[in-house]
């Protein structure tokens, strides 16, 4: 059937008038496990965004082998702490990953995960950048990044046609979790929400002094001020 005007009305027709057949999610679904047609997965998680700063700066003033090898570094060791600390990878875009943790302790795993990625970031990424590449040092590139962290109940849905299709997330966590890791306001790299906040444990909210690591902020989004919570104190792998 070829593609045209009467063609694309129909299945427009068709995925608003479909009934989604719900199921509740034990573990982080997969794009095999939700059907194409009417499937959706429902499970509680925490999401986690990370994202590098700075990749069209990158693209600007460096070679793209140079901007390639560092976006590559950045989501190789983002996604290696996301497994480390139990969290399931389900997206790639660009220079960005997005891993979902459940279980109880699901907050303050993705938490102290992205505390992990900012010291790996600063204390591993940005001087190797300096030592490797030229066009880094001179043009005085700061290698930096942003994660976000939400926490809440989200649909898995999976979207597109046969053969050329992945799974959409639909729900506050996932879309706030990715808004938090654009915030850049210097010294601070890792945001997670309220929600978050209200149930990490005392590993992922105190220092080793007893000191609470994390600072109140506040942060508008879907036309509503959202209270948030940033800390810059990293945490070696």
């Known amino acids: 059937m070829p593609v045209n005007s009467d ?3 129909d299945r427009v027709d068709t995925i608003l008038g479909t009934s989604f057949n719900v199921r509740d999610g034990r573990v982080v679904p997969s794009t095999d496990d939700v059907a194409l047609k009417d499937g959706a ?25 140079t901007t390639a090898k560092i976006i590559r570094a950045y989501l190789d060791c983002s996604a290696r702490l996301i497994v480390k600390h139990g969290g399931a990878i389900r997206s790639f875009d660009g220079d960005r ?10 907050n303050s795993a993705a938490s102290i995960c992205g505390r992990e990625i900012h010291w790996t970031v600063r204390k591993i990424i940005h001087p190797a950048a300096r030592k490797q590449f030229a066009s880094i040092r001179d043009n005085a590139i700061e290698i930096r990044h ?15 046609v046969r053969n050329s299709n992945d799974l959409i997330w639909i729900g506050k966590a996932a879309s706030f979790s990715a808004k938090l ?3 850049r306001d210097p010294g ?17 909210k105190f220092d080793g002094n007893g000191k609470n690591i994390w600072i ?7 036309d509503a001020t959202e209270s948030v919570y940033k800390s810059n104190h990293w945490k070696k792998p």
């Open 216 to 222: 109140k902020s506040e942060f508008d989004f879907a």
């Open 188 to 204: 601070y790299h890792t945001y997670i929400s309220s929600r978050t906040y209200s149930r990490l444990n005392d590993s992922a």
């Open 97 to 106: 990953v997005m891993g979902i943790f459940i279980g109880d302790d699901k």
């Open 146 to 160: 942003g994660v976000g962290v939400d926490v809440g109940e989200v649909r898995a849905v999976r979207s597109g």
């Open 7 to 9: 063609f694309l009305t």
């Open 181 to 183: 890791s654009d915030i």
């Open 41 to 65: 997965v429902k499970i509680d998680a925490a999401f986690l965004y990370a994202d590098l700063a700075g990749s069209a700066l990158l693209s600007k003033a460096c070679p793209w082998t």
